[in-house]
T-cell receptor
Framework: AQKVTQAQTEISVVEKEDVTLDCVYE???????LFWYKQPPSGELVFLIR??????QNEISGRYSWNFQKSTSSFNFTITASQVVDSAVYFC????????????FGSGTRLQVQP | DVKVTQSSRYLVKRTGEKVFLECVQD?????MFWYRQDPGLGLRLIYF???????EKGDIPEGYSVSREKKERFSLILESASTNQTSMYLC????????????FGQGTRLTVV
């Protein structure tokens, strides 16, 4: 069965600090997809990134970067020079290609960025 | 832009009532999902559907049912609401091909009193 673990329940940083959100997953499929979503205080889930299991290249988008390592089953998310607007709950999720098409979510990490 | 619209943002219902949560998407997506979100538990899958009139149980289907009579609409039904069903309910839709990301509605916060 697939499973996603976000061990960090809550992280608090001061603006301009770098912060890394951890995500560890379990799956028996060789083909799968990993996702990160952001949930700001307004409540709506915002898609950030999708990565398939065959693409281990790290990705950078502005202040955001993602580190995918199949050897450790991890898909970590780093925010560089954090800002107050980054305050939100962040979810990591997994979807198996051969199983059900639904996303399995981790429990989320609440990030608070203090001014 | 893909839009997933849930009929209510906030609902208050009484124990034992039959409750309908409606969700409509406008992008012709095959897949639709219902999740509930509770603090510390993340999002948990209740039911999902890959096609009209088709439904599959998710991880926590007890106490819920669903209906998908049209491709764009996916309804979640609480047959007899109970206080432990007080939660945030999120609807999502996605395309089958390439397992693209799921798009979410704004959520319905249901309180059962």
């Amino acid at each position: 069965a697939q499973k996603v673990t976000q061990a960090q329940t809550e992280i608090s940083v001061v603006e301009k600090e770098d912060v890394t959100l951890d995500c560890v997953y379990e799956t028996r499929d060789t083909t799968y997809y990993l996702f990160w979503y952001k949930q700001p205080p307004s409540g709506e889930l915002v898609f950030l990134i999708r990565r398939n299991s065959f693409d281990e290249q790290n990705e950078i988008s502005g202040r955001y970067s993602w580190n995918f390592q199949k050897s450790t089953s991890s898909f970590n998310f780093t925010i560089t020079a954090s800002q107050v607007v980054d305050s939100a709950v962040y979810f990591c999720a997994l979807s198996e290609a051969t199983g059900r098409r639904a996303l399995t979510f981790g429990s989320g990490t609440r990030l608070q960025v203090q001014p | 832009d893909v839009k997933v619209t849930q009929s209510s943002r906030y609902l208050v219902k009484r124990t034992g009532e039959k409750v309908f949560l409606e969700c409509v998407q406008d992008m012709d997506h095959e897949n639709m999902f219902w999740y509930r979100q509770d603090p510390g538990l993340g999002l948990r899958l209740i039911y999902f559907s890959y096609d009209v009139k088709m439904k599959e149980k998710g991880d926590i289907p007890e106490g819920y049912s669903v209906s998908r009579e049209k491709k764009e609409r996916f309804s979640l039904i609480l047959e007899s609401a109970s206080t432990n069903q007080t939660s945030m309910y999120l609807c999502a839709s996605s395309h089958t091909r390439e397992l693209t990301e799921a798009f979410f509605g704004q959520g319905t916060r249901l309180t059962v009193v």
